[in-house]
């Protein structure tokens, strides 16, 4: 089991699927993108001008960079996290769920 989806699922996803699949994407993109690490195309992912470091104040990027350097997730594991939020994603748009 990813450690990295057991937070998303404590997270809103019950109510409100698709804003918070996006931003936990976002963290995990962010976070590929500061250890240099690529982000997957299809995410569609730029990263923010000035952007260096996480953001301290955004609780989903703080616990993503914490994990990594914990040693509770690798980047394998932000990578599969992150694919599966994409998919998922992506059958919230097919069902109309998105905004």
């Given amino acids: 089991m990813n450690a990295l989806l057991d937070e998303v699922r404590l997270d809103d996803i019950e109510y409100d699927p698709f804003g918070t699949s996006m931003l936990w994407l976002g963290a995990i ?3 590929s993108w500061w250890e240099g690490e690529p982000v997957p195309s299809e995410w569609g ?3 923010a001008m000035g952007q260096g470091a996480p953001d301290p104040d955004d609780y989903r990027a703080s616990r993503v960079h914490s994990m990594l350097l914990d ?4 980047m ?3 990578l599969a996290a992150g694919r ?3 998919r ?3 059958v919230l748009k097919a069902d109309g769920r998105s905004y």
């Fill in 71 to 74: 040693g509770e997730v690798s």
């Fill in 29 to 31: 993109a962010d976070e």
């Fill in 88 to 90: 998922y994603i992506d």
């Fill in 45 to 47: 992912y730029r990263p």
């Fill in 84 to 86: 599966v939020l994409d």
């Fill in 76 to 78: 394998a594991d932000l």
